[in-house]
């Protein structure tokens, strides 16, 4: 992962825990509403994607028992892991395309119910994304998935030449002389891997999906609901395509690219098509970026016109992230496919101890607040929620004391203790096992690996019954915590 080049190293934030008397007191574990439904306490588990579902992108045992953990804790809200809502292959990545998906998120449902005895309000994120293929050999690069053009015929004199003869004649050249000849796309494409983009107007499906997204998100949405999920959170953050839709880069000259109302046209067509699926009592609401943090990107000001029409189409609540871009992200190993969290945007994504003069903790606040403050002066009472780098409770409360958020979303601390809010709840924030913010979890989900944490995934792994990762090494959820000792 890309470390900011001052590398300062922090110390984590004193936890400040609260006693149970000041929890009881405070904003952190007040009520707070979001649409048609009330959450107990003020905290959220964002979404985080395990690898955990099978190559179908059905639900797991495992699945299942990494929601079930989180629930145990009884946050106020769960964001279940990034769904895919088209029916088509994608990997061990949750899918919600299909009527055939919904007994096993309803198992999930039941679970989360379950485990948090009925505290815990479960959310599902649903996503849409492009492809995108791995980085290829040069060799089959230039043999197999090159078109030949008269340009790079020109380019090498071979104008005469048979297909095969262009083909064999790029294969030995050296990358400068590659980026003269091939189009910059084409010269990506071999370096990181083709991926498809939402300003691909050539390609019929893309140029289409203005007409073909609303549908499939209803779909999804519909699916969720009668999978007894309590809300959908609507995914146009970080690099995939309904982020693409709100960027700055999104240059679409069909009336949904270009200047900002543009730009957001096919979110808030996505969101109508929704609502108009699911009615009107159930929660609706989405995650997108309160800064892209690349070159050419959406800012801040961007951002806060999306929160606001946002807010005016009527979202129940508004979940601010930011970064995890392709566009800055590391070239990838040949065989590997690029990952949005590797450039400067994924540093601002998920911030690790190593940083800048801003530091790791909190990175996001600023613009949520301003987000926020437009939201609210435009006269929309739409909950904000933000996350990055909170893991204290000094933090947390003064967020919403000083009204820069509603909601506190906390992702790789609830990761490294899934207790951490109860915890802090009951008084005994003393026992808070505290995320390190090194990234383990994300350098796994990065290889698709199943995803755990590093302070307690090698821990007592002779437990009868724990279920463990495919190599047997780690274990695949955090051991439980007993309130009693
Ligand atoms: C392993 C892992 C998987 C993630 N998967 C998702 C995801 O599916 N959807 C999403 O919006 N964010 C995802 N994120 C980002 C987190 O939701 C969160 O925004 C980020 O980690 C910053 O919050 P934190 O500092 O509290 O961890 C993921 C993060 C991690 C570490």
């Not at 380019?155 to 980026?179: G, K, Y």
């Not at 979940?319 to 065989?335: E, N, W």
């Not at 350098?443 to 995934?457: E, M």
Request: glycine share 8%.
């Amino acid at each position: 992962m890309w470390t900011p080049p001052e590398r300062i190293q922090y110390e984590l934030p004193e936890g400040d825990w609260p006693t149970n008397e000041q929890a009881a007191r405070s904003q952190l574990f007040s009520p707070v509403r979001i649409g048609p439904i009330e959450l107990a306490e003020r905290t959220w588990i964002p979404a985080m994607v395990p690898w955990r579902a099978t190559e179908e992108g059905e639900v797991t045992e495992d699945v299942l028992q990494w929601y079930e953990r989180f629930a145990e804790g009884q946050p106020g809200a769960i964001v279940v892991e990034a769904t895919g809502i088209r029916d088509i292959p994608s990997g061990p990545l949750l899918r919600i395309g299909h009527d055939r998906f919904l007994p096993g998120l309803e198992a999930i449902v039941e679970r989360v119910r379950k485990a948090s005895h009925g505290r815990t309000r479960l959310l599902i994120q649903i996503i849409d994304f492009l492809s995108i293929r791995r980085r290829p050999q040069a060799e089959k690069f230039f043999r197999r998935f090159l078109q030949v053009t008269p340009a790079h015929r020109e380019a090498l004199n071979l104008q005469t030449s048979s297909e095969e003869e262009v083909r064999e004649a790029l294969l030995p050249l050296a990358e400068e002389e590659l980026e003269q000849i091939l189009t910059p796309r084409e010269f990506e494409d071999l370096r990181f891997g083709a991926r498809e983009r939402v300003t691909d107007l050539q390609e019929p499906h893309i140029r289409d999906l203005p007409n073909t997204l609303p549908d499939l998100f209803a779909q999804a949405a519909q699916r969720a609901q009668k999978a007894g999920f309590d809300g959908v959170e609507l995914h146009y953050a970080h690099a995939y395509t309904m982020a693409s839709f709100l960027s700055a880069t999104n240059t679409r000259d069909d009336g949904y690219g270009g200047h900002r109302e543009a730009r957001i046209r096919l979110p808030l067509e996505v969101y109508e098509a929704v609502r108009s699926q699911v009615g009107t009592d159930y929660t609706v609401g989405c995650r997108y970026l309160s800064e892209e943090c690349i070159e050419g990107g959406s800012t801040l000001e961007d951002s806060v016109f999306f929160g606001i029409e946002l807010a005016r189409s009527g979202m129940d609540f508004l979940s601010l992230s930011r970064g995890g871009k392709f566009d800055d992200a590391l070239q990838p190993k040949v065989g590997s496919s690029i990952y949005p969290y590797t450039g400067p945007s994924g540093y601002e994504c998920m911030p690790t101890i190593r940083s800048d003069n801003r530091g790791p903790f909190g990175r996001n606040i600023e613009c949520a607040s301003q987000i926020r403050e437009a939201v609210r002066n435009a006269g929309y009472k739409t909950p904000i929620i933000v996350a990055g780098g909170i893991c204290s409770f000094s933090q947390a409360e003064s967020i919403l004391c000083e009204e820069k958020a509603d909601i506190i979303g906390a992702a790789r601390q609830s990761l490294a203790d899934p207790d951490w809010f109860m915890k802090m709840r009951l008084g005994r924030g003393g026992q808070v096992n505290r995320c390190v913010y090194r990234n383990y979890c994300e350098g796994l989900d990065q290889k698709h690996k199943q995803v755990t944490c590093q302070i307690w995934d090698r821990q007592q792994l002779d437990t009868p019954g724990i279920r463990l990762s495919d190599n047997k090494k780690r274990r695949l959820i955090a051991p439980p915590w007993d309130p009693q000792k």
